[in-house]
């Protein structure tokens, strides 16, 4: 299989730190989210105010600058390498009058129709207006991708969000004919926006490639997975699982409840009503397809001279410390344990979960836990009805169930003793 991950354990090892990008015979696609590379670059260039010292020219020189340095390093987890740049965007369309109230500011993406037709609050309602500065930052982004010599793409379509164009190309990677160009190379998809996880596939060479700091960087399946075991609780197989997640506790900063229909989350499928067109899958594969890669080393070195003789910092986060990654898998581990075995409950739980390094010790544990636990729970059952049977001075009920609960109650002790013993011989 030419997507086959190296051999490595993701409760000890990063992905980013044993990740080889495929180059040969073609490059990876990174499909850069151009609304979270914004953000990331405002982050960076609020520093650029001093350095500008009221200068606005200057200023967009530094801006545009820290935006040729992002968007040709690529993934910045791993170690440049060259790839075909994707770079997709929301597109907010002018709302048809009879869904005129489905945004307050009278444009939005399909998701504002569909909400509104359900009666549901405003699809990503209450969050605050872009700063002036963001729409600078923005502004100069746009240029960069637009300028001569630039070799980046850039895809967008009304009412649709980049989330949507990442699932649709993620579904022409999935459909690519074995042995095309496609299906040979990888595709990273640069974000932080956790939606985007549920279209990584191990199979398909599709990659998570996180633009945050948060750990680990780049997610194959078992690291999405561990994830939403880890963050969530949740148990899933196969990446594309946390979309029902989202529709069972849904996603309160899109302004999503519990409930809410899964079309809404669903990115790995294509919605029902909302399409790409021929032309727009035409336009996509000829980027999938294309072997020529974006990024520029030239541009690159520099855009990066020009922000370090301005005093400022790379628009990148640094490679991560050795301290940092043995905190994060230590805890990692606490919480993939404290969220591996909901069924065990209450002070069995803590009990058992110290003897999981044992894992004879720890299976033991976890049937008497449960045998405890299913004990308890019929000894409250059992003393309900002995209440109703004293209520009525049924005297055999009774009798029957007394005798019934000092059996019970014995046995928990009993469970209890072998709990302990567990403990005592660890």
């Not at 606005?56 to 935006?67: C, G, P, Q």
């Not at 405003?122 to 605050?128: I, L, M, Q, T, V």
């Not at 990888?186 to 750990?215: F, K």
Request: aromatic share 10%; net charge negative.
């Amino acid at each position: 299989m030419p997507h086959t991950l190296p051999d490595y354990d993701h409760t000890q090892t990063l992905l980013e730190d044993v990740f080889a990008p495929l180059t040969d015979p073609y490059c990876p696609v990174y499909v850069i989210d151009y609304k979270v590379a914004a953000h990331f670059i405002n982050n960076y260039a609020e520093a650029a105010w001093d350095v500008a010292d009221g200068s606005e020219e200057e200023l967009r020189k530094i801006i545009k600058a820290m935006w040729a340095y992002r968007l040709n390093r690529g993934p910045d987890m791993i170690s440049p390498v060259p790839f075909v740049g994707l770079v997709t965007d929301d597109f907010k369309g002018v709302l048809p009058a009879e869904f005129s109230e489905a945004s307050v500011s009278g444009k939005g993406y399909w998701r504002h129709i569909e909400a509104h037709k359900l009666d549901m609050p405003e699809y990503k309602g209450g969050r605050g207006e872009k700063t002036e500065f963001f729409e600078l930052i923005q502004d100069e982004g746009y240029k960069y991708i637009n300028s001569p010599g630039c070799k980046f793409h850039y895809f967008e379509k009304e009412f649709f969000e980049a989330d949507d164009i990442a699932g649709h190309i993620c579904r022409l990677k999935r459909k690519a004919r074995k042995n095309s160009k496609l299906a040979k190379r990888q595709v990273l998809l640069g974000t932080l926006d956790g939606d985007w996880q549920g279209l990584v596939s191990d199979s398909d060479g599709i990659i998570w490639a996180n633009t945050g700091p948060w750990l680990p960087r780049l997610r194959s399946e078992r690291e999405v997975c561990d994830y939403y075991l880890r963050k969530e609780g949740m148990h899933i197989t196969e990446a594309k699982g946390c979309y029902d997640f989202k529709v069972e506790y849904g996603d309160l900063g899109d302004n999503l409840y519990p409930g809410t229909p899964l079309r809404f989350f669903d990115l790995y499928e294509e919605d029902s009503s909302w399409k790409f067109d021929p032309e727009d899958t035409k336009r996509l594969l000829e980027v999938l397809n294309c072997t020529t890669p974006s990024n520029r080393a030239d541009h690159m070195e520099s855009a990066r001279k020009f922000i370090l003789r301005k005093g400022l910092f790379l628009p990148e986060i640094p490679a991560t410390w050795h301290s940092d990654k043995t905190s994060f898998f230590t805890r990692a581990e606490k919480s993939r344990k404290e969220n591996s075995h909901p069924e065990l409950t209450g002070r069995n739980r803590t009990t058992c979960m110290e003897k999981l390094s044992d894992i004879e010790v720890f299976e033991k544990c976890k049937d008497l836990a449960l045998k405890d636990s299913e004990t308890h729970k019929q000894i409250k059952e059992d003393t309900e009805v002995l209440r109703k049977c004293r209520e009525v001075e049924d005297k055999k009920c009774v009798k029957e169930l007394r005798a019934i609960l000092r059996v019970l109650r014995d046995l928990r002790s009993s469970i209890k003793e072998q709990l302990s013993q567990l403990v005592t011989a660890s």
